[in-house]
T-cell receptor
Framework: NAGVTQTPKFQVLKTGQSMTLQCAQD?????MSWYRQDPGMGLRLIHY???????DQGEVPNGYNVSRSTTEDFPLRLLSAAPSQTSVYFC???????????FGPGTRLTVT | QKEVEQDPGPLSVPEGAIVSLNCTYS??????FMWYRQYSRKGPELLMY????GNKEDGRFTAQVDKSSKYISLFIRDSQPSDSATYLC???????????FGTGTSLTVIP
């Protein structure tokens, strides 16, 4: 199993550009989530999904969209990038025990 | 007020020392408490989790939860240089949908 994979690893955007961060897992996990990690702020939940077709907002959802059309994939869309969205983004997934989350390697995003 | 507070450190200890890492929280609905380890430029990995109050031991690691004080701890015995990492506490309610993380404590174990 590849586990949780994220692409790209690094990305630089200009203010106002849009992009999609990809997340995929091959463990048939129902629960998937997106976090951002900023210095001094820890990990903060952006959006999560408890299964295909079901998504909900986390603590910091503004500026981000998600959809879950398959069990395997959970992309995160930045609609109009802002410098405040410069961060490291992590995707995570878990199965029957939602407390055992497996994290991907992260995407480092810089918005100039 | 943040949901979870964690001293960022940094914490530096000699090899073989006992390390104590702590978090406090404000939401009494939290029932599941987790500790993650994160190496530099990597994703967090789950070390252990506990439900409600009590202790849980896994090898050199012991997690403690005191719900009456809203205080959780992770103890590392016989610390090793390979334990050098950032340790994150996390917690959630019974629904298990929204997780709240501490800011992480940076630990260095000196050989």
């Amino acid at each position: 199993n590849a586990g949780v994979t994220q692409t790209p690893k690094f990305q630089v955007l200009k203010t106002g550009q849009s992009m999609t961060l990809q997340c995929a897992q091959d463990m048939n996990h129902e629960y998937m989530s997106w976090y951002r990690q900023d210095p001094g702020m820890g990990l903060r939940l952006i959006h999560y999904s408890v299964g295909a077709g079901i998504t909900d907002q986390g603590e910091v959802p503004n500026g981000y969209n998600v959809s879950r059309s398959t069990t395997e994939d959970f992309p995160l869309r930045l609609l109009s990038a802002a410098p405040s969205q410069t961060s490291v983004y992590f995707c995570a997934s878990s199965q029957s025990n939602p407390y055992e989350q497996y994290f991907g390697p992260g995407t480092r995003l810089t918005v100039t | 007020q943040k949901e979870v507070e964690q001293d960022p450190g940094p914490l530096s200890v000699p090899e073989g020392a006992i390390v104590s890492l702590n978090c406090t929280y404000s939401n009494s609905a939290f029932q599941y408490f987790m500790w993650y380890r994160q190496y530099s430029r990597k994703g967090p990995e789950l070390l252990m989790y506990t439900y409600s109050s009590g202790n849980k031991e896994d090898g050199r690691f012991t997690a403690q939860v005191d719900k009456s004080s809203k205080y959780i701890s992770l103890f590392i015995r016989d610390s090793q240089p390979s334990d050098s990492a950032t340790y994150l506490c996390a917690m959630t309610s019974n629904t298990g949908n929204q997780f709240y993380f501490g800011t992480g404590t940076s630990l260095t174990v000196i050989p």
